[in-house]
């Protein structure tokens, strides 16, 4: 479990890489989930990586992205 306390703005920096490897079907219903896979140091705050990943009521991921984001105190 990561704590990011202190920190008084984040940057979305974007994404590092990006997956859809199923199509979504119109009218389906859609869950999102972020995991946090590193915290580094980076100047005076951290550079945060996470996995988002999209994927239907049936647990079928339709999109996984790969995010970066700096935390600054």
């Known amino acids: ?11 979305n920096y974007g994404c590092d890489r990006v997956r859809f490897p199923a199509p979504l079907t119109p009218g389906a219903r859609v869950r999102a989930g972020v995991e946090v896979t590193a915290v580094e140091p980076l ?15 049936a647990g079928q991921a339709m ?11």
């Open 63 to 73: 999109c996984v992205a790969e995010t970066i984001a700096y935390l600054v105190p």
């Open 43 to 57: 100047g005076g705050g951290v550079q945060v990586r996470t996995t988002v990943t999209v994927e239907s009521e």
């Open 1 to 11: 479990m990561h704590d990011f306390r202190g920190f008084s703005m984040g940057v």
